[in-house]
């Protein structure tokens, strides 16, 4: 399988990079090829001008950027997203990433004039993996606020692009747990990955 991962952490050291490499590991050892999209590194403007507005009403992106990372889409049969999540929600790279590429024309179209039901276009990709970071425990970002995760993108967004395969995988209190639980959840992730 083509896995495309979309990385979103600015820090070389943090928990998500770590991540990222038992992720890679697992992808490797089940021969699968892997493409990553780091939109840090890659420097990745997340900011909608007016131009790219323009070109997401016309359906023809004029950013080089997003341009390349729509082509990479239409090879990949599986989306790993990797973030933290900072004040309930997801970095702007990562949103801009969503908003920039996740564009009318190639991820999706309407079934008609009429009405805003989308009819999904990528049909290469038979699934969506998110996995997040984030300091708060899990009950309450679920019960207090509101599992903005869940609910923009599980299902929301990829939900209405008509990915039945969608799957979160958060780590909570991530600077509270100890070393050694981090290292288990590493461990735990690079297998499962190298399952898939």
Known sequence: MNILIV??????????????NAVQKGLQLASHTTDLIHLDR???????????LRAFRDRKPVDCQVINYQERLQNADHLI???????????????????????PGLAYD?????????????????????????????????????????????RGTFWKLGYKNRKWISFNRVKMVSQEKREEWLQKLEKQFSRL
Request: net charge positive; aromatic share 18%; with cysteine.
């Open 110 to 154: 309407y079934s008609n004039a009429s009405n805003t039901r989308m009819k999904p276009l990528l049909k290469n990709i038979k699934g969506v993996t998110v996995i997040t970071t984030m300091n708060t425990p899990g009950f309450i970002y679920r019960w207090f606020f509101g599992n903005a995760i869940q609910r923009a993108l599980i």
């Open 42 to 52: 890659e420097q990745f403007n997340p900011v909608m001008s007016a131009q790219d």
């Open 7 to 20: 990385f979103n952490h600015p820090y070389e050291g943090s928990y998500c990079n770590s991540l990222l």
């Open 81 to 103: 997203f990797i973030f933290p999540i900072w004040w309930e929600l997801m970095p702007a790279l990562m949103k801009g990433f969503i908003d920039k590429v996740i564009f």
